[in-house]
């Protein structure tokens, strides 16, 4: 006796259902685990760099909030800057040079016309909370008075918390200059939500040390890294393509399946091709997502 019309619907559309829950569950897990991983070898690859370039034994000199240090250029877009240290948290990152995706699936990232380290006015810092290393995920632990390092080729200095503060989105006014120099740290909030940001004010507060090998009067030579060459903004063609790849293999395989006496092997010849595609349309997702920093 043939399965009645409407239960095969409602089968076949719960198979589907739950297929679509399975994609969700591993993009979710994609998400956490795997950018994690490709940012801690991005990481890993920044901090050698850096280790090349700030080898000098720094000697002690007047760095604080009221003799900050001189206006330098901005290395500009695709450079890495430093490292951020915050004992407090455990957090140790470089930090590269703006905020757009491809900067912060690396690290912290810099605003691009905020001052520098060191520097008189406000430095801007983006990173994200819950998603590629997050370097972010817990600034809410820190309190006023907690010490914040940044280490450039120019100096080493120390920030002071000040405040906490949870603000709109599209707040910008975080990361306007100030009077005093002063370091503002952005991120989502809550986890896994980009609701409002998080944001960390401090203020320099602590003497620094300048690098001989690198005179701060004429420091512009860009930190260049060979991670954030060609990258650009994501198109979000290969989300489709990838998308219509996977049906085709899912829907074929399981016509296969139902036609072949050895399903088993069919299955598995199903999962093997289907698993590559997967990634590949998770991270074309991932870069077309909002940066939810």
């Known amino acids: 006796m043939r399965e009645p019309r409407v239960a095969q619907v409602l089968r076949e559309t719960g ?74 948290i455990s957090l140790s990152q470089v930090i590269v040079d703006g905020t757009d995706k491809s900067q912060l699936q690396l690290g912290p990232g810099h605003y691009i016309g905020t001052a520098m380290p060191g520097e008189a006015g406000n430095v801007g810092i983006a990173g994200h909370r819950t998603t590629w290393g997050r370097p972010f995920r817990n600034l809410d632990k820190l309190r006023k008075g907690d010490h914040i390092f940044i280490t450039t080729p ?51 507060g602590a003497v620094g040390k300048i690098h001989t090998n ?48 050895r399903q088993v092997v069919a299955t598995v010849a199903t999962l093997v091709l289907a698993l590559p595609v997967t990634l590949l349309w998770f991270n074309a997702i991932a870069h077309v997502l909002p940066a939810g920093i």
């Open 15 to 88: 198979r589907t259902f739950i297929a679509l829950g399975v994609l969700v569950l591993l993009f979710a897990g994609y998400q956490n685990w795997i950018t994690d991983t490709t940012q801690h070898r991005s990481q890993s690859a920044l901090q050698r760099e850096v280790t090349k370039v700030i080898t000098g034994k720094p000697v002690t000199s007047v760095v604080g909030p009221n003799t900050p240090l001189p206006t330098s250029k901005d290395p500009g877009v695709g450079h890495w800057l430093g490292v951020i240290s915050i004992p407090t």
């Open 154 to 204: 120019r100096a080493a200095v120390m920030y002071r918390v000040v405040w906490i503060r949870i603000v709109s989105p599209n707040d910008t006014s975080v990361v306007a200059p100030t009077s005093t120099p002063s370091l503002t740290l952005t991120t989502c909030n809550p986890p896994y939500s980009a609701a409002s940001r998080l944001v960390v004010r401090a203020e320099l």
């Open 214 to 261: 690198t005179p701060i009067s004429t420091v512009t030579t860009k930190q260049s890294s060979p991670l954030l060459k060609n990258q650009e903004h994501y198109p979000k063609w290969p989300v489709l393509i990838y998308g219509l790849l996977l049906a085709l293999i899912l829907i074929t395989g399981e016509l296969r399946r139902r036609r072949s006496s």
